[in-house]
């Protein structure tokens, strides 16, 4: 039986004309290869971004179903102008949106998950000889209600196409070479992994290295999907593997070091130390669909009888995290105040090598410490250690771990896009 390669092309691989047409280059190299070809691509350049800043012009608050009508049309654009070219290099190519194969999500606006993915029109098409260039990023529900996956959600896509199509490997093409050590922004001799593990790949993508959606990773850890990151400029350059840890050798303690900005703190003050306080606050912020990362409570005060709750989100949910809060402190009896903190920033160091290694958090914290960096929250994983610092120390943190770590190149990472906002 031949095989299947999934290979899926972000927004600036397919940023104008001239670039989709050596994205359908690549996918005709893949299909001469002796492979079936499913290709699926993101909305060209920043035309998410464009279109939302419109739905923004228009209202504060845009309802999810018609941003989602609105977002999902970038796709569109893509798959048409991509099969169009493929074909125009003389071979056989079709495009599909989401509502047309039955990628079928949950009934949730913005951010919906995928729970099958129906393969008989996909089978027909491979089986006829096609080149099938699919739409990322956008799903349908049972209803025929259109919804997307969440920002960055074409990767998340094609692995889920990869693995409900049992296929040989999932191939993201992008503008970086690989997965690095840490930002090569940040750190200019980054080095870049031939392999690292879906766990190790989860935690980075968690800690704020956004090479891949984290859920792609998720869906190619569950159904074992192998998935290769690499360059679509840089076609000789293999990039980075990922895949089970089983098929790793694990050498160094640390794999990773990363930097995630996009995140605040927040601290409930003197809320009650009795049972179900936590359960009522994190349910509230469930229901309200908010993703919680970090969380300390603070050993209980004898007198008031009371603890501190303090916890991160993403920015991006901080208004409605405050407000949800605001309503709930009379119910839950907190006496404090609710304080914020936006200038914070997770720096984490992530590697399968720490398991059962001592010592790689006293080298962590003795680190920062050397560089006057002040921890203000710790938390851990199995093969993660996240420290919440100073926005301001968060570059200087990232480059005395990396340094300390042994993670270094001897070359120096061709570097793209600005620094992060550091
Ligand atoms: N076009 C969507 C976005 O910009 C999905 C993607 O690129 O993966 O977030
Ligand atoms: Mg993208």
Do not use: W
């Not at 999934?6 to 299909?31: H, L, Y």
């Not at 990773?217 to 840089?234: D, G, H, I, L």
């Not at 290694?357 to 996240?386: C, D, H, W, Y």
Request: with cysteine; hydrophobic share 40%; net charge negative.
């Amino acid at each position: 039986m031949r095989k299947i390669i999934v290979q899926k092309f972000g927004g600036t691989s397919v940023a104008d004309t001239e670039k989709i047409k050596n994205v359908a280059k690549t996918v005709i190299m893949e299909k001469e290869n002796g492979n079936d070809v499913v290709v699926v691509v993101s909305a060209m350049g920043h035309t998410t971004d464009y279109l939302l800043k419109m739905a923004n012009d228009l209202s504060p608050n845009p309802s999810g179903r018609e941003l989602d009508m609105l977002l999902s049309t970038g796709e569109g654009v893509s798959i048409a102008l991509l099969a169009m070219a493929i074909q125009a290099q003389g071979y056989d190519a079709v495009s599909f949106n989401a509502m047309q194969i039955g990628i079928m999500t949950e009934n949730v606006h913005s951010k919906a998950r995928i729970v099958d993915i129906k393969t008989d029109k996909l089978r027909k098409n491979l089986n006829d000889g096609k080149i099938i260039v699919v739409a990322g990023f956008q799903g349908v529900t049972e209803d025929g209600e259109i919804t997307t996956l969440g920002r960055g959600g074409s990767d998340t896509s094609a692995v889920a196409l990869a693995a409900a199509l049992n296929a040989e490997r999932c191939d993201i093409y992008t503008d970086v070479e690989g997965v690095y050590t840490t930002d090569p922004r940040i750190v200019p001799k980054a080095s870049r992994l031939d392999k690292i593990s879906y766990d190790e790949m989860l935690e980075l993508a968690y800690a704020g290295a956004n090479v891949l959606h984290p859920r792609s990773v998720e869906t190619a850890k569950q159904f074992n999907v192998p998935m290769r990151v690499r360059s679509s400029f840089k076609l000789d350059n293999l990039g980075t593997l990922i895949l089970g840890v089983e098929k790793m050798e694990i050498y160094k303690p640390v794999a990773g070091v990363a930097a995630d900005l996009s995140q605040a703190r927040i601290v409930v003050c003197d809320v009650p130390d009795k049972p179900g306080v936590a359960a009522k606050l994190f349910t509230k912020l469930a229901n309200e669909n908010i993703s919680v990362d970090m969380i300390i409570q603070s050993y209980a005060r004898k007198v008031s009888n009371t603890n501190d709750i303090a916890f991160t989100v993403d920015r991006a949910d901080l208004t409605k995290t405050v407000e949800a809060l605001e309503s709930l402190k009379a119910d839950l009896g907190v006496t404090g105040e609710i304080q914020v903190d936006e200038g914070i920033a997770k720096v984490s160091i992530v590697g399968a090598g720490m398991i059962d290694r001592p010592g790689v958090a006293s080298t962590m914290f003795t680190t920062l410490a050397q560089q006057g960096v002040n921890i203000k929250m710790i938390s851990t994983s199995e093969i993660k250690i996240s420290c919440l610092v100073d926005k301001a120390d968060a570059q200087r943190a990232v480059q005395a771990l990396h340094s300390v770590f042994e993670l270094e190149s001897d070359e120096v990472a061709e570097v793209k896009g600005d620094l992060p906002n550091i």
